[in-house]
């Protein structure tokens, strides 16, 4: 996942989109708007790091109980809560 972030003047402040152009906050400065930026991109990695961590959770689960893929993320839902 590879999110690209557009800061675009409004007035004198200046608003956050994200790649489908979505407004994502207005910020009193481009230094505050790309802080946000920066603070986005680590949740975007963070993301992906768990996603491909269940993924490869319900894989073995999958393989070692030889159940569906279905099955396997009911158990790693419940284990994880």
């Known amino acids: 996942m590879n999110v690209e972030y557009k800061i675009a003047p409004q007035g004198n402040q200046f608003e956050l989109f994200d790649e489908e152009n979505h407004p994502l906050g207005i910020f009193a400065t481009v230094r505050k708007a790309k802080t946000e930026v920066a603070r986005r ?3 975007d990695r963070r993301f992906e790091t768990a996603r491909l961590l269940v993924q ?7 393989k070692v109980h030889k159940i569906s893929e279905l099955t396997a993320r009911y158990w790693i839902r419940e284990a994880s809560g």
């Open 41 to 43: 991109k680590r949740d």
């Open 56 to 62: 490869a959770a319900v894989e073995s689960l999958m």
